[in-house]
Nanobody
């Protein structure tokens, strides 16, 4: 079964950048759509971006369009990783970021990585 592990979070100043990674094991990422979600304190988890399994079609939530870029490196021999490049970060981007995939009717989530945007 798939296992997803996020990394790359941290503390960054407003306007700064981070690159999050979602590394998969137990599954080749090319076979599945991968999504990034985030959950801020006191708020519900929301979708941020996703990339399709077939033609790498991407989707971005309105507040991150033009600032975030999702991409994949799905060579199982080397990376098998989906990235979320986050530029021009804002305080409102502060949250725990999770990656997600679904196999049939079963959802798989990583453990999350904390992103804090603060001066």
């Amino acid at each position: 079964q798939p296992r997803l592990v996020e990394s790359g979070g941290g503390l960054v100043q407003p306007g700064g950048s981070l690159r999050l990674s979602c590394k998969a094991s137990g599954v080749g990422l090319r076979s599945y759509a991968i999504g990034w979600f985030r959950q801020a304190p006191g708020k519900e988890r929301e979708g941020v971006s996703c990339i399709s399994s077939d033609d790498d079609t991407t989707f971005y939530e309105d507040s991150v369009k033009g600032r975030f870029t999702i991409s994949r490196d799905d060579d199982r021999r080397t990376q098998n990783t989906v990235y979320l490049q986050m530029n021009s970060l804002k305080r409102d981007d502060t949250a725990i970021y999770y990656c997600h995939t679904a196999v049939g009717a079963t959802d798989y989530w990583g453990q999350g990585t904390q992103v804090t945007v603060s001066s």
